[in-house]
């Protein structure tokens, strides 16, 4: 499974981990991913989302309604 949030879109990020001695080796930040629970309570049922740290407070902030619709737009199955 990617790890990309399902709300924001968020990616891990690329870069390079510095040793003292300035050795350069490829790493990844990753997203801080959460698999979620939410009660659509327009269709009786749980959805089950993975989404970031930052996806959750937009949920918070939106509704799951408001979220599970804008999702449905973009073609996310649920």
């Not at 510095?18 to 080796?25: A, G, I, N």
């Not at 407070?57 to 199955?77: F, P, Q, Y």
Request: proline fraction near 3%.
């Amino acid at each position: 499974m990617s790890a990309v949030c399902q709300v924001t879109g968020r990616k891990p990020g690329y870069g390079k981990q510095v040793s003292h001695s300035h050795r350069r080796t490829s790493r990844r930040w990753e997203p801080n991913l959460q698999t979620r629970r939410y009660w659509l309570a327009s269709e009786g049922r749980w959805v089950r989302l993975r989404v970031s740290a930052k996806g959750i407070k937009t949920i918070d902030k939106r509704g799951i309604e408001a979220v599970a619709a804008e999702l449905r737009g973009k073609g996310v199955k649920l």
